[in-house]
């Protein structure tokens, strides 16, 4: 710290304090300084805290192309000189100190946006890129290389990052750069909570760097501020710079209150350029824009000590084998996956798959053969899927909710639909659809549209729909291949406001091979309207669930075709109104489950009304405990 010899002690001081405090801490301390700059510096710069230019000077400084006195009047970062190749603190001119004390009246205390902010950045600066945290960058490395290791690249880009805000090196801007298009590509990409952040600041800068309304921008500006600094968000910066609506005084202060949180390096061209474009009057505006240039001009790039760049090479090293790795076992999906897809009934063809994916350490290897084991490891199917779940997802496309998705033999068997897709018009589903054999709807209404989409060839797989909605029902078509179907909701309650809808069980008969119809949330009158359809000719079996009441299943081949299970005492009231809607289905045989809550001696006393079947049985209370 000796490059700061000659400022006021409090200001070494303050500089130094928080120079030591955490990443975190130091983001907070910029982030409240430039928004109280904002809040402080108006158009008219009354009482602007660390301005001390008059309209006049600011006009001839730039007519003389001098540095403007900026955020603290007159403290700049001189050229590097300093030790260790850090920049050397300009000290303040008297008079420039004389002149903003008088504008203000006050002292050192009222000057917290000004000179001390100014010189207190300095000192952070300084302290923080000279040295003082080699320490913290060798430990952030080290942990990306550990999150590398066990295929936790999210967390790894993240560490890096963190290593990025500890020195701001160029180097570790071009790994984060590579691991960043490894991320985004179809294979590496996760979720959690680092890929989510990862993702959150990746969209912040592309929208940045968007043209849009002025309140847009400024929206964006502010929001950068809530954000961990990161070199992505310059290139948007200095787009913003290049705007034609950028040289607006306010907008002006809250690029500069950015560019300040995100630190340098960045370019100074396009600022300067802004800087030239400045109308007199905004000469507080520009005043903080100098102060942000000499910022960026004055900054002298660290260099990694050797240690870090050790950590930085094996980093590099640990990504280019893995890529080689994967792109080998790329080669032997490209050869079996076709295969697998055409067959996919024979675990031979997965079995000889897994052989050779397990012979290069692809994890699906060794997933694919504890699914097809007899005896599968459980636990560690578990922590596979905990690794390579999104991964192993992606093949279907990004439609389905991740994490929903259940894999049998080592491949997708059942997804489940994102509810935002249901307004949107899906691409093609790819071959990896073809081993699904169960798709839930979501219980959303989905178009005509999606009902083409279902109609492909590689979803001649799929025998089961669930939650599906049944005004959707009726738009599906024929789907060739469906043999379950779950409808969610009540048909007969939406049938007086949608008259069409009173054929969905007849239109479902058009399926061909229908045999089982689950209805969930239904009534007695869905009952009666299934059994009264030429459905129930075909059906093998029909369920229908009121949950909590009762559950009423129908198989018409068994000795007893129709049970009731009456779960609470509600099932009482609606009881006689179901049996009445099942006869539908036959008279054959009857039996009664019911819930020891259910009035056993109500029911009792009405079996005469049973009479109308010609065999019911009534399982005990003893046998439902």
């Given at each position: 710290?000796?490059?700061?010899?000659?400022?006021?002690?409090?200001?070494?001081?303050?500089?130094?304090?928080?120079?030591?405090?955490?990443?975190?801490?130091?983001?907070?301390?910029?982030?409240?300084?430039?928004?109280?700059?904002?809040?402080?510096?108006?158009?008219?710069?009354?009482?602007?805290?660390?301005?001390?230019?008059?309209?006049?000077?600011?006009?001839?400084?730039?007519?003389?192309?001098?540095?403007?006195?900026?955020?603290?009047?007159?403290?700049?970062?001189?050229?590097?000189?300093?030790?260790?190749?850090?920049?050397?603190?300009?000290?303040?001119?008297?008079?420039?100190?004389?002149?903003?004390?008088?504008?203000?009246?006050?002292?050192?205390?009222?000057?917290?946006?000004?000179?001390v902010a100014a010189c207190a950045e300095a000192g952070n600066l300084q302290?923080?890129?000279?040295?003082?945290?080699?320490?913290?960058?060798?430990?952030?490395?080290?942990?990306?290389?550990?999150?590398?290791?066990?295929?936790?690249?999210?967390?790894?880009?993240?560490?890096?990052?963190?290593?990025?805000?500890?020195?701001?090196?160029?180097?570790?801007?071009?790994?984060?750069?590579?691991?960043?298009?490894?991320?985004?590509?179809?294979?590496?990409?996760?979720?959690?909570?680092?890929?989510?952040?990862?993702?959150?600041?990746?969209?912040?800068?592309?929208?940045?760097?968007?043209?849009?309304?002025?309140?847009?921008?400024?929206?964006?500006?502010?929001?950068?501020?809530?954000?961990?600094?990161?070199?992505?968000?310059?290139?948007?910066?200095?787009?913003?710079?290049?705007?034609?609506?950028?040289?607006?005084?306010?907008?002006?202060?809250?690029?500069?209150?950015?560019?300040?949180?995100?630190?340098?390096?960045?370019?100074?061209?396009?600022?300067?350029?802004?800087?030239?474009?400045?109308?007199?009057?905004?000469?507080?505006?520009?005043?903080?824009?100098?102060?942000?240039?000499?910022?960026?001009?004055?900054?002298?790039?660290?260099?990694?000590?050797?240690?870090?760049?050790?950590?930085?090479?094996?980093?590099?090293?640990?990504?280019?084998?893995?890529?080689?790795?994967?792109?080998?076992?790329?080669?032997?999906?490209?050869?079996?996956?076709?295969?697998?897809?055409?067959?996919?009934?024979?675990?031979?063809?997965?079995?000889?798959?897994?052989?050779?994916?397990?012979?290069?350490?692809?994890?699906?290897?060794?997933?694919?053969?504890?699914?097809?084991?007899?005896?599968?490891?459980?636990?560690?199917?578990?922590?596979?899927?905990?690794t390579h779940l999104r991964s192993w997802e992606m093949p279907l496309g990004?439609?389905?909710?991740?994490?929903?998705?259940?894999?049998?033999?080592?491949?997708?068997?059942?997804?489940?639909?994102?509810?935002?897709?249901?307004?949107?018009?899906?691409?093609?589903?790819?071959?990896?659809?073809?081993?699904?054999?169960?798709?839930?709807?979501?219980?959303?209404?989905?178009?005509?549209?999606?009902?083409?989409?279902?109609?492909?060839?590689?979803?001649?797989?799929?025998?089961?729909?669930?939650?599906?909605?049944?005004?959707?029902?009726?738009?599906?078509?024929?789907?060739?291949?469906?043999?379950?179907?779950?409808?969610?909701?009540?048909?007969?309650?939406?049938?007086?406001?949608?008259?069409?809808?009173?054929?969905?069980?007849?239109?479902?008969?058009?399926?061909?091979?229908?045999?089982?119809?689950?209805?969930?949330?239904?009534?007695?009158?869905?009952?009666?309207?299934?059994?009264?359809?030429?459905?129930?000719?075909?059906?093998?079996?029909?369920?229908?669930?009121?949950?909590?009441?009762?559950?009423?299943?129908?198989?018409?081949?068994?000795?007893?075709?129709?049970?009731?299970?009456?779960?609470?005492?509600?099932?009482?009231?609606?009881?006689?109104g179901l049996l009445s809607a099942a006869e539908g289905f036959g008279k054959?045989?009857?039996?009664?489950?019911?819930?020891?809550?259910?009035?056993?001696?109500?029911?009792?006393?009405?079996?005469?009304?049973?009479?109308?079947?010609?065999?019911?049985?009534?399982?005990?209370?003893?046998?439902?405990?």
């Amino acid at each position: 710290m000796d490059d700061v010899r000659g400022l006021p002690a409090e200001v070494v001081r303050h500089g130094r304090a928080r120079a030591r405090e955490a990443g975190a801490a130091i983001s907070f301390l910029h982030r409240q300084l430039s928004r109280e700059g904002i809040e402080r510096i108006g158009p008219q710069a009354r009482a602007a805290p660390g301005i001390g230019v008059s309209g006049e000077a600011f006009r001839a400084a730039r007519a003389s192309k001098m540095e403007m006195p900026g955020d603290g009047a007159g403290v700049g970062l001189a050229s590097a000189e300093g030790r260790r190749g850090v920049p050397r603190v300009a000290r303040p001119s008297a008079s420039g100190l004389r002149d903003a004390e008088a504008r203000r009246g006050g002292g050192w205390g009222a000057r917290v946006g000004g000179h001390v902010a100014a010189c207190a950045e300095a000192g952070n600066l300084q302290a923080v890129y000279a040295g003082d945290v080699t320490e913290a960058l060798h430990s952030y490395l080290e942990r990306a290389a550990e999150c590398f290791a066990r295929q936790e690249e999210e967390e790894a880009f993240g560490a890096v990052m963190d290593a990025w805000r500890e020195c701001r090196a160029s180097e570790l801007v071009l790994f984060a750069q590579e691991l960043e298009a490894r991320l985004d590509s179809t294979h590496a990409g996760r979720e959690g909570a680092s890929a989510e952040a990862r993702r959150a600041a990746r969209d912040l800068a592309r929208g940045l760097g968007a043209q849009g309304q002025p309140r847009e921008v400024e929206a964006r500006l502010d929001a950068l501020l809530d954000c961990l600094p990161d070199p992505r968000y310059i290139p948007g910066l200095l787009a913003i710079a290049r705007l034609p609506s950028a040289e607006e005084p306010q907008r002006v202060l809250r690029l500069c209150a950015a560019l300040r949180h995100v630190g340098p390096p960045f370019d100074v061209e396009p600022l300067e350029a802004l800087y030239e474009r400045m109308r007199p009057e905004a000469w507080a505006s520009a005043a903080r824009l100098s102060f942000v240039i000499s910022l960026g001009r004055d900054w002298v790039p660290r260099e990694l000590d050797a240690k870090a760049g050790e950590l930085l090479a094996a980093l590099w090293e640990a990504l280019r084998v893995r890529a080689e790795k994967e792109s080998r076992n790329a080669s032997i999906r490209e050869t079996w996956l076709p295969r697998v897809y055409a067959n996919p009934e024979d675990d031979d063809v997965r079995l000889v798959m897994a052989d050779q994916l397990l012979e290069t350490g692809d994890p699906l290897g060794e997933f694919i053969v504890l699914q097809c084991s007899p005896t599968p490891d459980e636990e560690r199917i578990d922590e596979l899927l905990a690794t390579h779940l999104r991964s192993w997802e992606m093949p279907l496309g990004g439609h389905i909710d991740s994490g929903a998705t259940r894999f049998e033999r080592g491949f997708p068997v059942a997804v489940r639909m994102a509810k935002e897709a249901a307004s949107l018009i899906l691409p093609e589903p790819g071959p990896a659809w073809s081993t699904v054999r169960e798709i839930d709807w979501a219980t959303v209404a989905w178009s005509v549209v999606h009902a083409q989409w279902l109609a492909h060839p590689h979803l001649r797989g799929v025998t089961r729909m669930r939650r599906v909605e049944p005004y959707w029902a009726r738009l599906m078509g024929q789907p060739p291949s469906v043999s379950r179907l779950e409808l969610w909701g009540s048909v007969a309650a939406q049938v007086f406001r949608t008259p069409a809808l009173g054929d969905v069980f007849d239109r479902l008969a058009l399926w061909p091979n229908l045999t089982w119809l689950e209805l969930h949330a239904g009534h007695e009158e869905d009952v009666s309207l299934c059994a009264t359809s030429t459905l129930a000719t075909k059906l093998e079996r029909f369920d229908a669930t009121l949950p909590g009441v009762w559950m009423l299943t129908v198989r018409p081949g068994d000795k007893v075709p129709i049970e009731v299970t009456l779960a609470s005492a509600r099932a009482v009231e609606s009881f006689w109104g179901l049996l009445s809607a099942a006869e539908g289905f036959g008279k054959r045989g009857l039996r009664v489950r019911c819930h020891r809550d259910v009035d056993a001696a109500r029911l009792n006393a009405d079996r005469w009304s049973m009479s109308r079947f010609s065999h019911v049985e009534w399982v005990s209370m003893s046998a439902l405990r």
